[in-house]
């Protein structure tokens, strides 16, 4: 018998086991989204693998298990074009109606002649799903689901019956397969019956010879264009012990000690103009190889390629005790709360989700990355390219994930072949353009009303990303070969550009800022010499110049744009203090449009800053207070970007506050789904990597002809470190460590020499007690040229206050390739 003492000790032990296996149970990454509860039915709540050509959402169901599968080039239709050559006829007199006042008048003209009459863009689809049932898992206990973002595996556990159940799930990139692996902490105890299913309609799901499931089907017709791509997948299930058997469409597992299912899917697709590849053959080869590996090998392969990529980058703002809440929890209490560790998991979020659907060889990040469920998603999870595409990639080259700019940047090389045509026969013009968004199919006629499909920056705009590329690698082979691109984007402006009747001016005509109208041009969005245009051809014409004179090539042609680029016409101040979205001064203080166009010249471009054009500065921060914080998920994206480059962290911080909220409680704006998913609502995944951008913008910026460091620390970050952040001119942040706002140390390894300029809060010296050279005169590295931006013009009833930049301190280091320099704070 057992005496009190025993008793009470026996208690004790089975307490310390009882706790220590609940330690276990929680002890993971602080890089990982964790739950309580399943996800349900409720898809933003079901967590995110992918490769970069696959994705799967994993809802973590004990009984139901759902997998919702996706391939990156499943899309409606197939090769086609949607340019409207009536265009070309009227264009004439849609820029006389515009230069008339007669906006509505164009507007309607233009319905007519520009808008496209044929495909406005194809829709990105799914797969199907993968479904597990697991009979007499109803009830369960020790619930727990995870995405650990710093391995990139899924997992799924709880107790039945006293045996621990856990599933993983890892979508491989070496092996293209998603693979998912169940076990049990006892022997026999795995068993389920898988099938899958499908909401495409020309599919059929059966079960082939080597007794797999499959779904083969082809896409839907969409707007006239019809379905072309043909799609297989594969399920094969594995067991360890047990036995296995089939039906006609589903895989039965009984009592095995553990089974690992394999998923393949492939298609027919080859590129934008080509459907002639077998996706059978595709998907029996990656099944093949795949399903040879065990899901330990393939998780150890996985590890491996995916951290080759995550681990360049670490961000540590502090852990508090808000950490070791399950996320859902987190994001509800974070704007009250004091969770900066929920900003850095936020932060690695976004690299996360761009490692995972976007990798060399494959498809860009669409609207929702490369997860959708829905045969028609919202806007068709297309490529908006008048910000939505390009918010993909900001993260991009200054988190180090310069090889995943790839897919993008391919997709901007094929717009420009695709796009010759539509500047030809739509407006007689050289080189190429784009509208406001694209396909898989690299259309570049007009999408959607003529309100919206009439603007003309997609290829200015998104050909920037290729110039971006090179001024961070500064690779000279590199810039060769994208100088046609963005010679052709230019050249499209040298023919499109007209003079303003009036004030002489060289302007896009007709021209919009996207999705935006002034009142008092009766609702219409149509003008001429709108600020984002001017802008934008600004950069297009910029980025041709010093391309040329770093190639020595084409100096005529680049003289001739430096003497139109001197005719656009220049920034003005309207009387409302603002920067004028249009020609004219008639912006509304009170209008809240997600949209602020005119600021691409703050961010991504660099023609506005506070340390170069103070009036431009002062103009913006009162566009920025008009417009206000709370808007759509992406708006509020773009926001963090834009008060960092204004130096003002505890603004952008404010913006980190509301995009981490839960979607519905911002009021009329949008925030972040349990699962981190950023909700514009509804999900859009742009504002995910629109604030990983952000993030970084408010610690290194290097777009203002130098390198920043902790531009814009807000209050709340005041202890800190970050490692891995690239700049321009092939310079690395290795590290960054701050206190107390001011630098501790920073380590700045330069890949291809030149002059680092560095402005910091601080006084730094060499690691070696030497003080350093106090910056003066332009920065010598061509990397950090910045071309000069006009003068604005500035309305007599408008007040300019310029930033207050005390404190800065301004340091030139010469470096040469591959040397690596530690400074530490200075006495
Ligand atoms: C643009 C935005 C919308 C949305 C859509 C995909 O049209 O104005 O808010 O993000 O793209």
């Known amino acids: 018998m057992l005496n009190s003492k025993n008793c009470l000790k026996s208690l004790f032990v089975v307490l310390f086991v009882a706790f220590s296996l609940n330690v276990k149970a929680q002890e ?98 799914p797969v199907g799903d993968l479904k597990i049932a697991f009979e007499g898992h109803g009830t369960f206990t020790d619930y727990r689901r995870e995405l650990d973002i710093s391995q990139a595996i899924s997992k799924v556990s709880y107790v039945v019956d006293g045996v621990t159940y856990t599933r993983e799930a890892i979508a491989s990139f070496a092996d293209n397969v998603i693979a998912i692996h169940l076990t049990a902490s006892k022997p026999g105890k795995i068993s389920f019956i898988a099938s899958m299913a499908t909401p495409q309609p020309n599919a059929t799901i059966a079960l082939n010879a080597e007794k797999e499931l499959t779904i083969s089907g082809t896409t839907t017709d969409h707007e006239g264009v019809k379905g072309q791509v043909k799609f297989k997948s594969i399920a094969k299930v594995k067991n360890q012990g047990g036995e296995i058997s089939s039906s006609e469409n589903s895989i039965e597992v009984k009592n095995a000690n553990e089974a690992t299912i394999y998923i393949s899917i492939a298609t027919n697709f080859n ?13 029996q080869a990656f099944m093949a190889k795949g399903s040879t590996k065990s899901f330990a090998d393939l998780l150890k392969t996985n590890r491996v390629d995916y951290q080759k990529y995550f681990d360049r980058v670490s961000l540590n703002l502090g852990e508090t005790e808000a950490s070791k809440l399950p996320t859902d929890e ?52 297309k490529y908006t390219i008048n910000i939505n595409a390009q918010m993909n990639y900001w993260p991009a080259e200054k988190t180090n994930l310069a090889e995943l700019h790839e897919p993008f940047l391919k997709m901007v090389s094929e717009m420009a072949e695709a796009g010759e045509e539509t500047a030809r026969v739509m407006y007689g013009a050289r080189g190429w353009m784009a509208h406001h968004n694209t396909d898989i199919w690299r259309i570049t006629g007009p999408v959607d009303a003529i309100f919206w499909g009439i603007w003309s920056g997609g ?55 996207p ?66 979205e249009w020609l004219d001064d008639i912006d509304d203080p009170n209008d809240h449009h997600r949209h602020i166009s005119h600021l691409y010249g703050l961010f991504p471009s660099n023609q506005i800053s506070p340390l170069r054009t103070p009036e431009l500065y002062s103009a913006s921060k009162n566009t920025l207070i008009q417009r206000g914080d709370v808007s759509t998920g992406w708006s509020m994206g773009w926001k963090v ?65 130098e390198i920043h460091l902790l531009p814009a ?7 800190g470190s970050i490692t891995g952040i690239r700049a321009k001119g092939g310079f690395e942040v290795v590290e960054l460590k701050w206190k107390d706002g001011k630098i501790e140390k920073a380590v700045i390894k330069s890949t291809i020499g030149g002059n680092l300029r560095l402005r910091v809060p601080n006084t730094l010296d060499l690691e070696k007690g030497k003080g350093l050279k106090v910056a003066s005169g332009e920065n010598p590295n061509p990397f950090y040229q910045v071309p000069v931006t006009a003068d604005p013009i500035v309305s007599p009833e408008a007040e300019i206050i310029p930033a207050d930049l005390s404190d800065m301190k301004l340091f030139d280091i010469k470096t040469t390739k591959g040397e690596v320099i530690t400074l530490v704070a200075g006495k």
């Open 713 to 719: 620390l807000p209050d709340v970050w005041k202890e």
């Open 271 to 283: 590129n934008y103009l080509d459907l002639t590849g077998d996706e059978n053959a595709r998907a």
């Open 28 to 125: 993971s990454s602080p890089l990982t989204l964790w739950y309580k509860q399943p996800a349900a039915d409720v898809w933003t709540d079901a967590l995110p693998i992918g490769n970069g050509r696959l994705g799967a959402m994993i809802f973590g169901n004990v009984e139901n298990e759902l997998i919702q599968l996706n391939e990156h080039t499943v899309w409606s239709g197939g090769p086609n074009r949607n340019d409207n050559p009536d265009a070309l006829a009227s264009l004439p007199e849609v820029r006389r109606l515009i230069f008339e006042g007669k906006q509505k008048e164009a507007e309607q003209l233009a319905a007519k002649t520009i808008q496209s009459k044929k495909s406005h863009g194809q829709k990105f689809q």
């Open 459 to 513: 290829g200015a705009w998104t050909s920037q990303h290729l110039w971006d590329h090179f001024q961070y690698n500064g690779d000279m082979d590199y810039l060769k070969s994208i100088y046609p691109i963005l010679k052709g984007a230019a050249m499209f402006y040298v023919d499109f550009l007209v003079e303003h009747p009036e004030n002489k001016w060289l302007v896009v005509n007709p021209g919009t800022s």
């Open 641 to 705: 970007n834009w008060w960092a480059r204004m130096l003002d962290g505890n603004h952008a911080y404010k913006l980190i506050q509301n995009q981490l909220s839960p979607v519905g409680s911002n009021r009329g704006g949008g925030g972040s789904y349990n699962n981190l998913f950023d909700a514009h609502p509804p999900f859009q995944i742009d504002g995910n990597f629109g604030c990983t951008s952000g993030i970084t913008e408010m610690l290194v910026q290097s777009a203002n002809g």
């Open 330 to 381: 987190r994001l509800k209490g974070f704007r009250e709360g004091d969770d900066p560790q929920l900003v850095t998991l936020y932060y690695q979020y976004g690299r996360y989700l761009l490692i995972s659907s976007s990798q060399p060889g494959g498809q860009p990040a669409n609207l929702q990355g490369i997860w959708n469920q829905q045969m028609s998603p919202p806007w068709d999870s």
């Open 515 to 580: 999705e935006n109208a002034p009142a008092a041009h009766d609702g219409s969005s149509l003008d001429a010499g709108t600020t984002m245009d001017n802008q934008l051809v600004f950069d297009a014409f910029s980025a041709v110049i010093q391309a040329s004179e770093m190639l020595d090539k084409d100096q005529t042609f680049a003289d001739s744009l430096r003497a139109m680029r001197d005719r656009l016409p220049p920034m003005q101040i309207g009387r409302h203090g603002q920067l004028q």
